[in-house]
């Protein structure tokens, strides 16, 4: 058990509706990622939050949107949903900028879009 | 820009067998280097990291030793048991701006008793 915590586990929803994906970092840790992992991409970084702000984006689409809150847990608002988005969506923690790097990651979210 | 090869899988070996998985980067300076492995259905967990030249990562019988002149970080086991059988995923995270890892695809390990 890495610490961090993803609910909900699964989530099927239909085409052109809107979803949100909640993540807890391990306790103290800071900063916040979100991943996504499909069969034809493999594992891409979406964006990063650390201590409630903005700090690095990735191949995040538009329709994407993230925030992490005041007690450190983070949300992924993912909209107007198509079939391309059904994926694994990880969410991984570390406890600072500096350090050795490693991240912890959440057991995910699995999105079926039908 | 940043990014990982790893051979590709599926990788297929009895139980006492010896395993390796290659990896080699491209990155601007030095970055860390990482495996990590994930378990059906689940998560991905740090196997084991190496931040500079020459360093040697181990956990559970694994290794990897940051070889910067071949840019490469290869994970090696002496010998594979049952309950090693994951995907293995070689990363790398650059110094300085973000903090985001890259990763390889992922190599799938299948280990028969």
């Known amino acids: 058990d890495s610490g961090v915590t993803q609910t909900p586990k699964h989530l099927i929803t239909a085409t052109g509706q809107r979803v949100t994906l909640r993540c807890s970092p391990r306790?103290?840790?800071?900063?916040v990622y979100w991943y996504q992992q499909s069969l034809d991409q493999g594992l891409q970084f979406l964006i990063q939050?650390?201590?409630?702000?903005?700090?690095a984006k990735g191949n995040i689409l538009e329709r994407f949107s993230a925030q992490q809150f005041p007690d450190l847990h983070s949300e992924l608002n993912l909209s107007s949903l198509e079939l391309g988005d059904s994926a694994l969506y990880f969410c991984?923690?570390?406890?600072?900028?500096?350090?050795?790097?490693?991240?912890?990651f959440g057991p995910g979210t699995r999105l079926t879009v039908t | 820009g940043n990014s990982v090869t790893q051979m590709e899988g599926p990788v297929t070996l009895s139980e006492e067998a010896f395993l390796t998985i290659n990896c080699t980067y491209t990155?601007?300076?030095?970055?860390?280097l990482f495996w990590y492995v994930q378990y059906p259905g689940e998560g991905l967990q740090l196997l084991l990291k190496?931040?500079?030249?020459?360093d040697k990562g181990s956990n559970k019988g694994f290794e990897a030793t940051y070889r910067k002149e071949t840019t490469s970080f290869h994970l090696e086991k002496g010998s594979v048991q049952v309950s090693d059988s994951a995907v293995y995923f070689c990363?790398?995270?650059?110094?300085?701006?973000?903090?985001?890892?890259?990763f390889g695809k992922g190599t799938k390990l299948t280990v028969n008793p």
């Open positions: 991984a923690s570390s406890p600072r900028i500096a350090g050795g790097g490693e991240q912890y």
């Open positions: 306790s103290g840790d800071l900063s």
């Open positions: 939050y650390y201590n409630g702000e903005e700090r």
């Open positions: 990155a601007t300076g030095y970055p860390s």
């Open positions: 190496a931040t500079k030249a020459d």
């Open positions: 990363a790398l995270r650059t110094q300085g701006g973000s903090e985001k890892l890259v």
